[in-house]
């Protein structure tokens, strides 16, 4: 009776660690992203109370209010993201959306995908090890450099990515950048 209390102890400790480090990592992407940004807006004369990941978040709210997702959960965006793969025409609007709002065009987000996909994971990772985001960036280094959002490395993103990591913001913005990634590839105009 006593090794089960302590094997329930000890995996209920494993278990609540891994969300401290999930929350952790993710508050440390987030600051990331906004510290390397926080120099261009100062450049252009943007106002640097408003954060970049306020961004994502803001993007994420306009997702919601427009019905394409219905919560920020795991099977909803997965849900939306293989409707955007399969029928991107269907998603000019979120082009539209994108490009006539400074708040996505004054920073890093839409010109500088290597910044917020790669850099801030792999220096979150030199000091934090976590399994997810090592996947998440595993994935993101070989869609950038491929395919922008093909449907294999949507899938194999949503593999990597428990639901419980769809919580924290950190773990959504692959997502997010994939679902703009594709939009644009389609909608931009040819020149």
Do not use: W
Request: net charge negative; glycine share 4%; with cysteine.
């Amino acid at each position: 009776m006593k090794k089960i209390v302590l094997i329930t102890v000890f995996i209920g400790t494993l278990f609540s660690s891994c969300k401290v480090n999930n929350a952790l990592v993710s508050e440390k992407i987030v600051d990331c992203i906004d510290e390397g940004v926080k120099p261009k807006r100062e450049l252009f004369g943007y106002p640097i109370s408003q954060y970049t990941v306020d961004t994502f978040t803001n993007f994420e709210e306009y997702l919601l209010t427009k019905g394409y997702i219905f919560s920020s959960s795991k099977q909803d965006y997965r849900r939306f993201i293989d409707d955007v793969i399969t029928n991107p025409e269907k998603y000019k609007d979120i082009y539209d959306h994108v490009y006539n709002h400074d708040q996505y065009l004054d920073t890093k987000i839409i010109y500088n995908p290597d910044f917020v996909l790669l850099y801030c994971p792999s220096t979150i990772l030199e000091k934090e090890k976590n399994d997810v985001l090592s996947k998440q960036l595993e994935i993101m280094q070989n869609v950038l450099e491929t395919t922008y959002g093909d449907k294999e490395s949507v899938d194999k993103l949503f593999a990597a990515t428990p639901s419980e990591n769809f919580k924290y913001l950190a773990f959504k913005i692959p997502v997010m950048y994939m679902v703009l990634l594709k939009v644009t590839q389609f909608h931009i105009p040819k020149g």
